[in-house]
């Protein structure tokens, strides 16, 4: 298995959930201490800033990504009940008798099933006691069912530990490319709370000025944005539409280096880049198809009453995965390149054509 597989791997199974995002945070900070030619900071908001040493020759390019997913916190254990707080958005119908694993301090693990749940607030009966207040849960899942087969990773949580893989496999490779300083990565907390670490991260002055923002995503596949198909160059989602200069300097890139990809809306949901924008910053959006979003087995039917509330890890393609590193890469290198790429293209066929207006 090749690094940046093996890295994502290892994220997508670390237990995350918004606000307790540390195991998470323990292996980016150990992956940098690895690499001297890296600086980590981390603001007040626990947001963790990457960036190459070295002279910047061009305004930055940032890779943005989330590290919290769904789960349960503890707030209130009787032995083997427990009482738990979900975070994060799953329908109602997915909860009671669901098979959920709990993380203690040491990590231990314990399973248990939810008994009954209630405007955000769980009770769970475990296999035996163990577990503490502030500990965190997330579903339970037959272990033979993750992992990589084939071109698709199965695994407790894509969205978005797959988006801070493909962001540390972006980085990993920059750092060696002359020229390419000027790119760097931001990993959030609290994104499926409400985007909190995004906005954190603009309140506190942790972009840099000028900064390109690539919000990056691991977003639910419709029909029109299959799984497989290539990374996805997002042109906004449910709440906006993205930097329109940006993107297109985006597109133009990844179109000249003949990348595979696709160019959608992603309508499903609010990513960061909606945020970043709200803020005055230069930001669009980057995605992975996602099956199985948040865990969920068809939504759509659950939402009819046609089927019910069935739980599954998160599927993406490696290919799609490969893709978006290749795509970040390609845009760090030549972004400035294209920015200006559809307006000379116009310009161009207006001069060969405008006698037809008689000008």
Same mark, same amino acid.
């Given at each position: 298995m090749?690094?940046?597989?093996?890295?994502l791997?290892?994220?997508?199974h670390l237990?995350t959930? *918004?606000?307790h995002?540390?195991? &998470?945070? +323990?292996?980016v900070?150990?992956?940098? /201490?690895r #690499?001297d030619?890296l600086l980590?900071?981390v603001?007040?908001a626990?947001?963790l800033f990457?960036t190459?040493?070295?002279?910047?020759?061009?305004?930055?390019?940032?890779a943005?990504?989330?590290?919290?997913?769904?789960?349960?916190?503890v707030?209130?254990v009787?032995?083997?009940?427990?009482?738990?707080r979900?975070?994060?958005?799953v329908?109602?119908?997915?909860?009671?008798?669901a098979?959920?694993v709990?993380f203690s301090?040491?990590g231990e693990?314990i399973s248990g099933?939810v008994?009954?749940?209630?405007?955000?607030?769980g009770?769970?009966?475990? *296999?035996?006691s163990?577990?503490? &207040?502030? +500990?965190?849960?997330?579903?339970?899942? /037959?272990? #033979?069912?993750?992992?990589i087969?084939g071109?698709?990773?199965?695994a407790?949580?894509c969205?978005d530990l797959a988006g801070?893989?493909?962001?540390?496999?972006?980085?990993d490779r920059?750092r060696r490319?002359?020229?390419?300083e000027h790119?760097?990565?931001l990993?959030t907390?609290g994104?499926?709370?409400g985007?909190?670490?995004?906005?954190?991260?603009?309140e506190l002055g942790t972009?840099?000025d000028r900064a390109?923002?690539?919000?990056?995503?691991t977003?639910?596949?419709?029909?029109?944005?299959p799984i497989?198909?290539g990374p996805?160059?997002?042109?906004?989602d449910?709440?906006?539409?993205f930097?329109?200069?940006l993107?297109?300097?985006?597109?133009?890139?990844?179109?000249?280096?003949?990348?595979t990809?696709q160019r959608?809306l992603?309508?499903?949901?609010?990513c960061?880049a909606t945020?970043f924008?709200?803020y005055g910053h230069?930001?669009t959006g980057?995605?992975?198809?996602?099956?199985n979003?948040h865990?969920?087995?068809?939504?759509?039917?659950v939402v009819a009453g046609t089927?019910n509330?069935?739980?599954a890890p998160?599927?993406i393609?490696?290919?799609?995965f490969d893709g978006l590193v290749a795509?970040?890469?390609?845009?760090a290198?030549?972004?400035?390149?294209n920015?200006a790429?559809?307006?000379?293209r116009?310009?161009?066929?207006y001069?060969?054509?405008?006698?037809?207006?008689?000008?």
């Amino acid at each position: 298995m090749k690094p940046t597989h093996r890295w994502l791997v290892e994220l997508t199974h670390l237990p995350t959930t *918004s606000g307790h995002e540390d195991r &998470v945070t +323990d292996w980016v900070e150990r992956w940098v /201490d690895r #690499r001297d030619d890296l600086l980590l900071r981390v603001d007040r908001a626990g947001n963790l800033f990457i960036t190459v040493k070295g002279r910047k020759r061009h305004d930055p390019v940032i890779a943005a990504a989330h590290m919290d997913h769904p789960g349960w916190v503890v707030e209130l254990v009787d032995g083997r009940d427990i009482g738990a707080r979900f975070m994060g958005g799953v329908l109602p119908a997915y909860f009671e008798g669901a098979p959920v694993v709990f993380f203690s301090g040491t990590g231990e693990e314990i399973s248990g099933t939810v008994e009954s749940f209630s405007d955000g607030l769980g009770t769970i009966r475990l *296999s035996r006691s163990g577990m503490e &207040v502030g +500990d965190i849960g997330r579903w339970r899942f /037959d272990k #033979r069912r993750l992992g990589i087969k084939g071109d698709v990773l199965r695994a407790p949580a894509c969205d978005d530990l797959a988006g801070v893989a493909a962001a540390i496999a972006a980085l990993d490779r920059a750092r060696r490319k002359p020229g390419l300083e000027h790119f760097g990565v931001l990993l959030t907390r609290g994104e499926e709370e409400g985007l909190l670490g995004a906005i954190a991260a603009c309140e506190l002055g942790t972009i840099p000025d000028r900064a390109r923002i690539l919000s990056i995503e691991t977003s639910r596949s419709f029909a029109d944005s299959p799984i497989g198909a290539g990374p996805v160059v997002r042109v906004g989602d449910r709440s906006s539409i993205f930097d329109a200069h940006l993107t297109n300097a985006v597109t133009n890139a990844v179109r000249s280096a003949g990348i595979t990809h696709q160019r959608k809306l992603m309508a499903g949901g609010t990513c960061e880049a909606t945020a970043f924008g709200a803020y005055g910053h230069r930001s669009t959006g980057l995605c992975l198809a996602l099956g199985n979003y948040h865990n969920m087995v068809d939504i759509d039917g659950v939402v009819a009453g046609t089927a019910n509330g069935v739980l599954a890890p998160e599927e993406i393609s490696l290919s799609d995965f490969d893709g978006l590193v290749a795509l970040m890469l390609r845009v760090a290198s030549d972004v400035d390149e294209n920015a200006a790429a559809i307006r000379d293209r116009l310009a161009a066929n207006y001069d060969r054509r405008k006698d037809l207006l008689g000008l």
